[in-house]
């Protein structure tokens, strides 16, 4: 007998359920809490930049068997791609690549003196600390090193028959900033300072070998287009 009432209660709870509104059921399921998956912010960490670069060598230098020399070196203006890797938001390394053409000429006692032609190839790594507080605008600063080979060099003729500069590494030190117009392009302007010091050899007229320094220490400084993956 307890086992036909606990089926007939069954029975009649199941009816009761069956016969609840649509209504009921939506309004339940209306007031259950809606969860949605998080937005994801897609970040890639390459960033490319294409400048216009000035090279401002400081005019400096000497060759060592002239007493009361000194030498100056001829600006450039050319084009420079930068490609920037970021670690993080804030941590970004940058390698710059370009080519610069510089002529060399005396000074004081060598007043006058043609010295010689070069071509400069300057790859330049900088570490960077990226400021992401500021909006569109994004300062950063950095600080790396630089190693410059020397190529196509050729000496003026004349007094200097045979003129050549030793490849070298050179601190760097670096400030900039980027104003992104959108998560994509923006603009760059970027100062680096490059303590670049070679040491030079040649040959004057008569087949007279002669060594110096040419302390070019240039200043690098850019401009032009960001483009953020």
Do not use: C
Not at 14 to 40: C, F, I, T
Not at 72 to 85: H, M, N, R
Not at 114 to 131: A, E, I, R
Not at 141 to 162: E, L, M, P, R, W
């Amino acid at each position: 007998m307890t086992k036909f009432l606990t089926a007939v209660s069954a029975l009649a709870m199941a009816a009761a359920l069956n016969g609840l509104p649509a209504s009921a059921v939506a309004a339940d399921l209306a007031a259950r809490p809606m969860y949605k998956a998080p937005v994801v912010d897609e970040w890639n960490p390459w960033m490319i930049r294409l400048r216009v670069l000035g090279v401002i060598p400081r005019d400096s230098g000497y060759v060592n068997q002239v007493p009361g020399s000194s030498l100056k070196t001829s600006d450039a203006v050319v084009p420079e791609l930068d490609i920037s890797y970021f670690f993080n938001r804030n941590i970004a390394a940058e390698l710059i690549l370009g080519v610069t053409r510089h002529s060399i000429s005396g000074t004081d006692a060598l007043n006058g003196i043609d010295v010689g032609k070069s071509w400069l190839l300057p790859p330049t790594l900088t570490l960077q600390y990226h400021f992401t507080d500021f909006g569109a605008f994004k300062p950063y600063i950095g600080a790396g090193v630089n190693y410059t080979f020397f190529f196509s060099q050729k000496a003026a003729g004349g007094v200097v028959i045979d003129s050549h500069l030793k490849d070298s590494f050179a601190p760097v030190a670096q400030i900039g900033f980027d104003y992104m117009f959108d998560k994509h392009w923006g603009w760059n302007v970027d100062v680096k300072k490059i303590w670049l010091r070679p040491d030079w050899n040649g040959t004057l007229a008569g087949n007279i070998p002669v060594t110096g320094k040419v302390n070019l220490d240039p200043w690098l400084i850019g401009t032009g287009i960001t483009y953020k993956f």
